[in-house]
DNA sequence: CTATATGCAAAGTCTTTGCAATGGC
DNA sequence: GCCATTGCAAAGACTTTGCATATAG
């Protein structure tokens, strides 16, 4: 079952044939699609769905804080469900591939106050770069 | 001066006005322009200069490590001259203002082997995103 | 019943491309 | 003079918007 879908409807989130579908596809771990990818899944189960729709639904979740939006250096954004544990992300420079990891250390102890310049910190995103296995043999 | 410029000639780059003028735009601290913001500043000096004409030379200097690509939460990219030193970034999620900053801790040293699933790392990348002191007062 | 969500199609923003003309080296 | 670089305009990728219609609560 889907726990976004749950903690969705926990909070009263009006639900619709379309918000369910979305909610469904972006469920799960280390899923990180584009919202073109989650329209195209979404459609499969839902096919009149519109892409209108799928960004205004990717739009509140992301502001409900219930998935994270990820930049990367392509063009289109990814989504990403796993918003309630913090993690990184591993990031394959030749094929884009994502994967989340869990580093050991704290992010934000390493950015001494003097550093800060007076701006009120409340996230950090760590990406690591590099070659994944599967584009290193190929 | 512009320190980018020596650099760019003694690696025998092709020098044109257009790609002098964008270097030129490009040389300091601090400066995290958008590709539009690069042309209007370089249409300044050389009206002509065409926005393709500042696409391709970004992409080139990418290409040469001379300049950083940073992907923010807004659509469009923006690049970072300062590629000869590692550091991270301090990002304002109200008004977008970017800074860079110096960490103290080595962010790959905190990602344990286990954790890398056979990715051969490169690259870290760290934004910190909070509100910036002005934006705080305002 | 009513406010909110949807679909559509058009517009907007950011970036890339194809190709003839230009100009460094 | 040769070939990389440029400018232009058009296309492309991604995202947002406006408004009439549909529907959850």
Redesign the interface.
Known sequence: MSDLLERLRGRGWRMTAQRRVVAEVLDGDHVHLTADEVHARAAERLPEISRATVYNTLGELVGLGEIL?V???RRAKRYDPNAHRPH?H?V??RCGAI?D?????D??????AA???????????????????HC?TA
Chains 1, 2 share one sequence.
């Open positions: 939006e930049s990367t250096d990184q591993l394959c420079s994967r990891v869990h580093p050991s250390g992010p934000l102890a390493d950015l001494p550093e800060r310049f007076g701006f009120t910190i409340s996230d950090v995103e760590v990406t690591y770069r590099g070659i994944c296995p290193a």
